[in-house]
């Protein structure tokens, strides 16, 4: 089963619009929650981050949301650049556990 | 960039042989992970380790086993690698502030594995 969904693999949006990546957990455990970007043939990097005890983190053009009692975050992207497309992972995590990443979901911000 | 670097970066072997990825990193982290990603899967954790000699099993470990006798360098073995082994694996490395909730992973360059 599942602990970290993203049902939607793949999203195309026209370049500077907004992209908005969804998220779903099932473990009520979760206390930290992170999003990674991974390009082609290179190791996912460290996009941004949220504590439980928040509901939303900004940074630049990315931030992040977070609905504890829907166990739904999302990631907006304002104004989406060619540059970000990319596979983009949600991963979560309980305490010091190992994180638990999501499945994927291929951006491609059309020029 | 956090400094950690695997090798192979590619690799193409044969089903029942032997295989032996390595992660060495520089930045002292005391976790290690590593990964398997494969198409409709996303980042599957094979095992991980939480200091010199202590490990522990992923969601996927059967079929690897891996050994950490330095802060610095994490290995994972394929004793008999299988077709379904081919991925890419990506080592990963974290820190953690006593108490705190800093949970945050860097990742390694990946190796592709190809088991013919």
């Known amino acids: 089963d599942q602990q970290v969904k993203q049902n939607s693999p793949s999203l195309s949006v026209q370049e500077g619009r907004i992209s908005i990546l969804n998220c779903d957990y099932t473990n009520s455990m979760f206390d930290y929650f992170l999003w990674y970007k991974k390009y082609p043939a290179e190791g996912p990097t460290f996009l941004i981050s949220i504590s439980s005890i928040k509901d939303k983190n900004e940074d630049g053009r990315f931030t992040v949301f977070l609905n504890k009692s829907a166990k739904h975050l999302s990631l907006h992207i304002v104004p989406s650049q060619p540059g970000d497309s990319a596979v983009y992972f949600c991963?979560?995590?309980?305490?010091?556990?190992?994180?638990?990443f999501g499945k994927g979901t291929r951006l491609s911000v059309i020029a | 960039d956090a400094g950690i670097t695997q090798s192979p970066r590619h690799k193409v072997t044969e089903t029942g042989t032997p295989v032996t990825l390595r992660c060495h990193q520089t930045?002292?982290?005391?976790?290690m992970y590593w990964y398997r990603q494969d198409p409709g899967h996303g980042l599957r954790l094979i095992h991980y380790s939480y200091g010199v000699k202590d490990t522990d099993k992923g969601e996927v470990s059967d079929g690897y086993s891996v050994s950490r006798s330095k802060t610095e360098d994490f290995l994972l073995t394929l004793e008999s690698a299988t077709s379904s082994q081919t991925s890419v694996y990506f080592c990963?490395?974290?820190?953690?502030?006593?108490?705190?909730?800093?949970?945050?992973?860097?990742f390694g360059p990946g190796t592709r594995l190809t088991v013919l």
């Open positions: 990963a490395i974290s820190d953690f502030t006593f108490g705190g909730t800093y949970n945050e992973q860097f």
């Open positions: 930045e002292n982290h005391r976790y």
């Open positions: 991963a979560a995590s309980s305490g010091n556990t190992p994180l638990v």
